[in-house]
């Protein structure tokens, strides 16, 4: 790590959680992301990081979900940015944004996040996992 890394990570503020692959688990990592961005004094983009939390939570526990396995939220705060991930069990499936027909139900999710991050990505492993990230913008 070179002295510009380990001095943004000092300086950054950081929110981990490990929550049921359930419904409730993603409603709960929306509530708690929130409530944590307000502590911080972010009020500004909390309804903002709120909505990310929750569609991306919702795709690991719909599309990530593996039976007896969490997932995790972690949120990442620095001076300039907000960063959000979350980490499913289900590697072996890449997310697509906007992957159904415009009559169907759902599918939206990720062009939503890409609408309000400036923005987002997957990365993959460690085996059997894989984290969708998104960034927005700090005021």
């Known amino acids: ?5 380990s001095q943004l990570m000092a300086t950054a503020r950081h929110f981990n959680l490990q929550l049921s692959s359930t419904p409730r688990g993603a409603r709960l990592a929306r509530l708690l992301a929130g409530e ?4 911080w004094g972010l009020e500004g983009v909390t309804d903002t990081a709120e909505q990310v939390v929750a569609e991306l939570t919702n ?6 979900h593996v039976p007896g396995r ?3 939220l972690r949120v990442i705060a620095t001076g300039s940015a907000l960063r959000i991930e979350v980490t499913d069990t289900r590697g072996d499936r890449e997310p697509v944004a906007g992957g159904r027909g ?3 139900e759902g599918g939206r999710g990720l062009v939503i996040v890409g609408a309000l991050a400036r923005s987002w990505g997957v990365r993959p492993g460690p085996a059997p996992q894989k ?4 960034e927005l913008p700090l005021p």
């Open 1 to 5: 790590m070179n002295p510009e890394t």
């Open 36 to 39: 944590q961005l307000r502590s």
């Open 59 to 64: 795709n690991a526990v719909t599309h990530g």
């Open 70 to 72: 969490d997932f995790r």
């Open 102 to 104: 415009r009559d169907e």
């Open 131 to 134: 984290t969708v990230w998104a």
